[in-house]
């Protein structure tokens, strides 16, 4: 109890500089003024860092983005680019006087360059659709970049014209594709994504490959600017076997495409070395396993010879960079709930230079990390903690220091809610489960709380010590928050995370239900106010927990999986789901699908539940929510439904929908507390 009363008097410790003004809990409106740094990159020297400053613009509802600079010692930082508008990628030219950059500024996301000597900002792209993935060649004459490039392709049947003045219908639209919808994208037009390239005076784009393949990769051009690396799934069979991909060579002189890898699985994220002698590449051998790890490998481009890279033991990399001498590899990856960045000496050891990286994801703990590497070997990177959104950081000589101080005009002035890892065991096998309990503003461990349940969705996804609106709200709220990474959680290797191949959900409930418990043992949550949410896969993980337990007062079941068997027919990768997450087809397997499906269960809920998902949803599709709905109804179980217009399965995308989330979560639960006496109904 020592740590906890720690915590509840370290909430009342305010800077000095603030000592004066009060602080006031997180809300709503705050959202609006969170602030996070993204995609760092190194100038030539290494004395500055330029990096993407992304915040929020309430009269418009979504997010805007600009170019910063800031000197290595943090003492110079001032804008590059301004305005409402989406500035990013930044990529310095080889040269190191230029910066390429990806705008909306002129009305569409076309290509600009600005000029860092005096400050001018020219577009040089006017394309029909946004490029990604934009790269300098080694020359800095050119940019490569990739682009969807639409297709058309007629109705294979005949119909008579419309007579001149009529208001026909709209032509129906034929679809043959395997993948004709996708999450966030809609319903698919006809047409792939190709490479290109383009002077960097702008001028025509020239298209370097075509076929019905898609090649919307990161992008590596070869040492002698005469080639370009990708990686695509190039094979006959593309549409059946999704993560087939390789890595490819385009000659830029002839357009010849040469295959450079060839193994069963995903070859993605082709990097060519500094002095171009070697090409790194992630991947893994598929073995049709839920979670597999991606492992760095690298080719000597004179030999063909190709090895893989040891890097940290039982660890999936997530991204990674080339040293400049060619001769180190910096990489992140996830660690037991923490995201961290590592240099590789080839040949040699590993030296963990961070590890608390990430805060990219605002809406939710989950990992993800942004960082650049110097010529000497610094590394600038985001940095995070539950208090905080994505800072600047560099990592120097075995040091850290945070550059930015991006919401030093709103974190100060905010009772946050302190944040406290704990470690239990799972009652169903005794395996050590890592979690994170957020404490109220204001915490007094002698007072007893309400317990909000949040669980993460993925399933194969970690949640960390990280910053995270919602959680951040919910204790604003007045709740105890607890989030987990039950089995099946990236970032404690292989094993764990595949104990919920072919079974899930499964024992990962009582892996959960055990945290509440410890959390319960504390002293300080009454036992009559648990609640429990989660979203995508933690939306299936509620809905599972209350077929199988009452104890929780309420429930939200934010954009879950239900039905297997309808959702493998109706999500936008069906393939891989039936594939990889069950061991047959739902009419091969009916009995797999219906054990692990909730709906299954649904005649034993009795908890109050609310349904809340995207209308756009195509992840998930709003008809999973709509089963459970009215399977809760028709067994007379209070059940509410929350539709999120125009919201795909990313719903904190802009910012009122996370608003929008929160607000319909905590009503739903504040509406199901148990009133004891006068002064709580007087307080309803």
């Known amino acids: 109890m020592n740590r906890l009363l720690k915590i509840a008097a370290a909430i009342f410790i305010a800077s000095p500089a603030l000592a004066e003004e009060q602080p006031t809990n997180f809300s709503y409106e705050d959202v609006f003024n969170l602030e996070h740094a993204s995609d760092p990159q190194f100038s030539n020297d290494g004395k500055n860092i330029y990096y993407v400053r992304n915040s929020m613009n309430k009269m418009a509802d979504n997010k805007r983005a600009n170019l910063w600079r800031i000197s290595a010692d943090g003492k110079d930082h001032r804008p590059l680019t301004s305005g409402d508008y989406s500035d990013y990628s930044p990529r310095l030219s080889p040269d190191g006087k230029t910066i390429a950059f990806i705008s909306s500024r002129s009305g569409s996301s076309q290509i600009h360059l600005l000029w860092l000597d005096n400050g001018q ?117 593309h549409e059946i076997e999704l993560m087939n991909s390789e890595i490819y060579r385009v000659d830029l002189k002839d357009g010849g495409i040469e295959q450079i890898t060839e193994r069963f699985g995903p070859d993605h994220h082709p990097q060519i070395s500094p ?108 940095q995070t903690n539950p208090q905080h959104p994505a800072e600047l950081a560099l990592a120097r000589g075995g040091k850290v220091k945070t550059l930015t101080s991006l919401n030093h005009d709103l974190i100060p002035l905010r009772n946050m809610a302190q944040v406290e890892e704990i470690n239990y065991k799972s009652t169903f096998d005794g395996r050590n489960i890592q979690g994170w309990v957020a404490y109220p503003p204001n915490f007094d461990p002698k007072k007893k709380y309400p317990l909000l349940l949040e669980i993460h969705g993925g399933p194969f996804s970690n949640y960390g010590p990280r910053f995270a609106t919602e959680v951040q709200l919910f204790a604003a709220a007045g709740y105890v928050v607890l989030y987990t990474n039950p089995r099946g959680s990236t970032s404690y290797g292989h094993e764990f995370a595949n104990l919920i191949h072919h079974n899930y959900p499964s024992q990962d409930y009582d892996d959960l239900m055990a945290g509440v418990d410890t ?129 795909s399965h990313s719903i904190a995308a802009r910012p009122s929908q996370m608003i929008a989330k929160v607000a319909s979560i905590l009503y739903w639960f504040d509406q199901h507390k148990p009133i004891r006496n006068s002064e709580d109904l007087a307080s309803k």
């Open 121 to 237: 900002n020219l577009q040089i792209s006017h394309l029909p659709k946004s490029p990604s993935n934009i790269q300098w060649s080694r020359d800095g004459k050119q940019i490569a970049f990739t682009m969807f490039v639409p297709e058309s392709k007629p109705l294979p049947v005949e119909l008579p014209g419309a007579p001149e003045g009529a208001k026909w219908a709209k032509p129906p639209q034929f679809i043959d594709s395997s993948i004709y919808r996708a999450d966030g994208m809609g319903y698919l037009k006809q047409g792939h994504t190709q490479v290109f390239v383009i002077p960097r005076e702008g001028g025509t784009p020239r298209q370097l490959t075509s076929g019905e393949f898609d090649h919307g990769s990161s992008l590596a051009w070869s040492k002698n600017n005469d080639a370009i690396y990708f990686s695509a799934n190039r094979h006959p069979d």
């Open 275 to 382: 002095d171009g002698k070697k090409l790194a590449y992630l991947g893994f051998e598929d073995q049709r396993l839920g979670y597999q790890q991606h492992s760095l490998r690298i080719i000597n481009l004179d030999s063909g010879e190709s090895r893989k890279v040891q890097t940290a033991k039982d660890r999936s990399i997530s991204s990674y960079h080339w040293l400049g001498d060619s001769k180190r590899i910096a990489y992140s990856y996830d660690d037991q709930g923490s995201t961290k960045i590592a240099i590789k000496k080839m040949g040699g050891s590993d030296t963990v230079v961070a590890s608390d990286a990430g805060g990219l994801s605002l809406g939710r703990p989950y990992s993800g990390t942004h960082f650049a590497t110097s010529k000497r070997g610094d590394i600038a990177y985001t």
């Open 519 to 647: 959390v319960i043992d504390q002293g300080f949550i009454n036992e009559e106010q648990l609640f429990v949410t989660g979203g995508s896969g933690g939306g299936t993980l509620t809905a599972w927990i209350i077929g199988k337990t009452d104890r929780f007062r309420a429930a939200v079941v934010a954009k879950p999986v239900i039905n297997w068997e309808s959702f493998v027919l109706t999500a936008d990768y069906s393939r891989f789901f039936t594939k990889y997450w069950f061991s047959g087809m739902p009419w091969e397997k009916p009995e797999e699908y219906r054990r692990r499906s909730p709906l299954t269960y649904v005649g034993n809920v009795t908890t109050p539940t609310m349904l809340l998902t995207g209308e756009e949803d195509y992840r998930t599709p709003m008809s999973e929510t709509e089963q459970f709905y009215q399977a809760l109804k028709l067994n007379d179980v209070e059940a509410a439904m929350v539709r999120i217009p125009g919201a």
